[in-house]
C-alpha cells in the first residue's frame, strides 16, 4: 500500500460467511512465520521495498507478542499459507478513540480472484467491529486497482490526503 488512503467509518453489520470455502481465515502464530514471511517477503519485492522478509518478521513477531499493537490474519488452504492481511491499531483524537491501519494485504498469485483478498479485509473489518474501533484506514501503491477494488466493494471511500515521509537512516 502507498500513496492514496482510503477511509471507512465503521457501523454495526451482520457478516454472512460461506462454509465450503476452500481456505480459512485466521489469526496468524508462530508456527505461521516461515510461510508468512515467504508471503511479506514477495509483497516487499513487488512494491520495490527496502525491507527484506527478514524485516518483516522482526514486525511480525513483535505484533503477535504484543497483541494490542496490531493484527495478522493469513488465509489458509490445503497447501499452507496463500494470503495474508496485517493491520496497525493506533489511538487518535482525530477519530476519538482507536482506528485500524490496513498496512498490507497480500494474496499468492494463484490464489488471487478468489475472494482471498476480499475475505481478509471483510475479517478485519469484523476485528474492528469487535474492538469498537470507528476507523479503518488503508494506503495504496499506485496502479495496485485489484485493492482498490477491493477496499471500495467493503464500504471504504478515497481520502484524498497528501502522505508525507522522511526516512530515518
Sequence with gaps: FGNSEFRLTIAPVTMRME???????????????DQLCELAGQLLSQIRAQATAKDARRVFE??????????????DCKTGLCGYAYAAYEWRAEF?????????????LQW????????????????????GIRRVSAEVHPGNS????????????????????????
Design 19 to 33: 462454509s465450503a470455502s476452500p481456505f480459512q481465515i485466521r489469526p496468524a502464530t508462530a508456527q505461521d512465520m
Design 96 to 108: 476519538a478513540g482507536e482506528t485500524m491501519d490496513v498496512v498490507a494485504v497480500f494474496v499468492d
Design 146 to 169: 485489484a485493492i482498490e477494488r477491493t477496499l471500495e466493494s467493503s464500504g471504504f471511500d478515497p481520502e484524498r490526503r497528501t502522505l508525507w515521509g522522511l526516512r530515518l537512516v
Design 112 to 131: 488471487r480472484s478468489k475472494g482471498v483478498g476480499r475475505s481478509l479485509v471483510a475479517a478485519l473489518l469484523d476485528i474492528a467491529r469487535k474492538r
Design 62 to 75: 513483535r505484533t503477535l507478542e504484543s497483541g494490542d499493537s496490531g493484527i495478522i490474519l493469513v488465509a
